[in-house]
T-cell receptor, first 118, second 113 residues
Framework: DVKVTQSSRYLVKRTGEKVFLECVQD?????MFWYRQDPGLGLRLIYF???????EKGDIPEGYSVSREKKERFSLILESASTNQTSMYLC?????????????????FGSGTQLSVL | GESVGLHLPTLSVQEGDNSIINCAYS??????FIWYKQESGKGPQFIID?????DKRQGQRVTVLLNKTVKHLSLQIAATQPGDSAVYFC????????????FGKGITLSVRP
């Protein structure tokens, strides 16, 4: 089974702190994604990566950055956390099915990190 | 003014009955669709997918129906069990380079014992 592991289940940070959310997948997937999930808004894509050292902005990249130094690891960085970044953060991965880079099919999700910014 | 959080629509079914969860998708160019299940405290789990060259696909106790004419997707769960209680999301995409999944807002399925 594919395993996507997020390093923390719950995090509490203060406004202005730099926050790192880590995600590791064990299936050699090319594609990795960060979403945030908020009540009533569903899942919104923050950033994604289709190869090591590659990154693409999703729908709501403002206030976030990412790092993909190794294929299995994709980090989400909040440079200066704000209260409106309190949310559930979900990491996902997928493999390329031949449709080209970042073919976004059949995502496998981690369990999520509930981040509270006070 | 004060903002109010939105509540997900809820479907309540009796244990043992069949459930039908509906989803209207937005992009007529979408050609690949997925249903995800998200239990409390967990990330979404893949249930079943369907491509636009099909109108029906069956899995174990689940069936997905696709009506491209009206851009409608449904998930049918046979003999619903308490373990089926979760939030269900549909997702759509047009496959190809740099395609992105677009997720629906989700529907809560509540199974009454």
């Amino acid at each position: 089974d594919v395993k996507v592991t997020q390093s923390s289940r719950y995090l509490v940070k203060r406004t202005g702190e730099k926050v790192f959310l880590e995600c590791v997948q064990d299936m050699d997937h090319e594609n990795m994604f960060w979403y945030r999930q908020d009540p009533g808004l569903g899942l919104r894509l923050i950033y994604f990566s289709y190869d090591v050292k590659m990154k693409e902005k999703g729908d709501i990249p403002e206030g976030y950055s990412v790092s993909r130094e190794k294929k299995e690891r994709f980090s989400l960085i909040l440079e200066s956390a704000s209260t409106n970044q309190t949310s559930m953060y979900l990491c996902a991965s997928s493999f390329v099915l031949g449709g080209g880079p970042a073919t976004n099919e059949k995502l496998f999700f981690g369990s999520g990190t509930q981040l509270s910014v006070l | 003014g004060e903002s109010v959080g939105l509540h997900l629509p809820t479907l309540s079914v009796q244990e043992g009955d069949n459930s039908i969860i509906n989803c209207a998708y937005s992009n007529s160019a979408s050609d690949y669709f997925i249903w995800y299940k998200q239990e409390s405290g967990k990330g979404p789990q893949f249930i079943i997918d369907i491509r636009s060259n099909m109108d029906k696909r069956q899995g174990q106790r689940v069936t997905v129906l696709l009506n491209k004419t009206v851009k409608h997707l449904s998930l049918q769960i046979a003999a619903t069990q308490p373990g089926d209680s979760a939030v269900y999301f549909c997702a759509e995409t047009r496959t190809g380079a740099n395609s992105k999944l677009t997720f629906g807002k989700g529907i809560t399925l509540s199974v009454r014992p």
